[in-house]
């Protein structure tokens, strides 16, 4: 259960907390108000009694330096649990390892712990340590934050907030005249830091390609797969910084025909970075581009002539970096292939080598789709199908909306904000799609109910008198 792990936490907590007060000054001054002198306080670690037990134990009053005051001291005085800032226990999170940069390395969430300390500031005068206490006061209101690392391996800076608790003072004026005096003044500290576990090798487990596949058909042995579609991260700007040309002509946010020096090396179908902004090149004829601009979010700028025009290759997908933005690369085939029932090796049965690739016919045995003609039945089975993924995919997604909100509470990355934006956005609109879908099916029954109809009218043509007389012609014959 338990590993070897040291990552310095609670002592680099305990350095950090001691610099705050490293180099406090005091100034005594004469009746004219010039300055006398200018001491520098010192700082120590160790509990107030030590200091003062120096003073007891040396009653020889002829010394003339038993101890030097003004003086202040420092001690860890405990550690709890805080619950308040609890995250997700089975969360992780990667960062490249400063050690060669290349490794990445994962750990779990870290767990909030308050770490308390004490003050003591040791003075003869009062005076002095009232000049201590205000060069302290106004910088806690009650909190100080300082930005402490943490783990220097994933180099892990955290904001530390120093919280002020409370202030003591203690006065011993009482005693015989060889008693000495002494002020002590304790303030008490608590520091919300955490506490990481252990640190392991991710690159391994880190996920480069994702593929889905769509199975149709019946709930039988040995059912259909009909699309597959798969999909890999995918560089949104250049890392190698190879520069295959230069623009020959200024173009504005609205171009999408750009001019280069030389596009020999440029294909279609690829992808560019113009000084941070990604385009797609559609056509290439001669020196002239037609692209795609601002893609995978990347913002549309102008750009003078002579900018650098950078590829954006497979070389720039391997150098993605931890925290960047990428897209991603997809394909989708559709392949009819049949699974065996012994569940034979996948290779095989999904007649693929290394990547998915299209089905070839050539197996008597591989079964058709045959075009089916809409009826009622289709109908409502592929709205019971919609409507099940659609309840399937806002669950899901309300889910990740509350894994999401944690992780950017307890980290505060405008990334992980901006992820719980889309993520609401993506709930959304399945929600909406959720009532098309219902108008969608009122739509196609009120079509159906809908028939043709033939209505006879009868159409008179005469003057009124003409028609009167009829009436009156009408009338009579009905009363015979």
């Given amino acids: 259960m338990f590993e070897y792990f040291y990552h310095e936490i609670l002592r680099r907590t305990v350095i950090a907390f001691g610099s705050l007060f490293n180099e406090i000054e005091i100034k005594h001054k004469n009746n004219d108000g010039t300055v006398k002198s200018v001491i520098k306080v010192p700082l120590a670690y160790g509990p107030t009694q030590k200091f003062l037990a120096r003073l007891e134990q040396s009653p020889d009053l002829n010394k003339p330096v038993q101890i030097t005051l003004p003086r202040m001291s420092f001690e860890f005085t405990g550690l709890t649990y805080d619950s308040t800032r609890k995250a997700t226990t089975t969360q992780t999170f990667t960062a490249k390892s400063v050690e060669d940069g290349t490794e990445t390395k994962k750990t779990y969430l870290p767990v909030p712990y308050n770490m308390q300390f004490e003050l003591s500031i040791m003075s003869k005068l009062n ?41 003591t003072m203690q006065d011993d004026y009482e005693g015989n005249f060889t008693t000495r005096r002494v002020l002590i003044y304790t303030l008490r500290f608590t520091a919300k830091t955490y506490l990481f576990g252990p640190t392991s090798s991710a690159t391994k487990d880190i996920i480069k390609k994702t593929t889905v596949s769509y199975i149709a058909g019946d709930t039988t042995n040995t059912p259909t797969r009909e699309v597959v579609y798969s999909a890999q991260p995918r560089a949104i700007q250049n890392y190698t910084g190879t520069i295959v040309t230069n623009l020959s002509k200024d173009i504005t946010t609205e171009d999408t025909l750009i001019t280069v020096n030389n596009a020999s090396s440029i294909l279609p179908n690829t992808y560019l970075d113009i000084e941070g902004e990604e385009v797609y090149v559609k056509l290439v004829s001669g020196n002239v581009l037609t692209v795609d ?174 028609l009167a007389k009829l009436l009156k012609q009408q009338t009579q014959n009905e009363d015979i």
């Fill in 127 to 167: 005076d002095d340590a009232l000049q201590i206490i205000e060069q302290i006061l106004p910088y806690f209101q009650p909190a100080y934050t300082m930005t402490v690392e943490l783990v220097d391996i994933i180099n892990e800076k955290r904001d530390v907030p120093i919280v002020l608790e409370n202030i």
């Fill in 293 to 466: 601009r601002g893609r995978d979010g990347t913002t549309i700028t102008s750009h003078l002539a002579g900018s650098e025009v950078k590829s954006i290759t497979a070389a720039d997908n391997l150098l993605i970096e931890d925290g960047d933005d990428f897209g991603f690369s997809g394909s989708n085939f559709w392949c009819i292939m049949k699974m065996t029932k012994k569940f034979d090796d996948l290779n095989e049965a999904f007649n693929v080598t290394a990547d998915i690739v299209p089905a070839v016919n050539t197996d008597s045995s591989i079964e058709k789709i045959e075009k089916i003609a809409s009826t009622v039945d289709d109908i409502k089975k592929d709205y019971d199908y919609t409507r099940g993924n659609l309840y399937s995919l806002i669950e899901k997604g309300q889910e990740a909306i509350n894994g999401i909100l944690e992780l950017a509470q307890e980290s505060e990355m405008p990334r992980a904000y901006e992820v719980a934006g889309q993520l609401i956005k993506s709930v959304a609109d399945a929600t909406d799609k959720l009532m098309d879908l219902q108008k969608k099916l009122k739509d196609i029954e009120e079509d159906k109910q809908k028939g043709p109809t033939t209505v006879n009218n009868a159409l008179f043509v005469g003057s009124t008198a003409e």
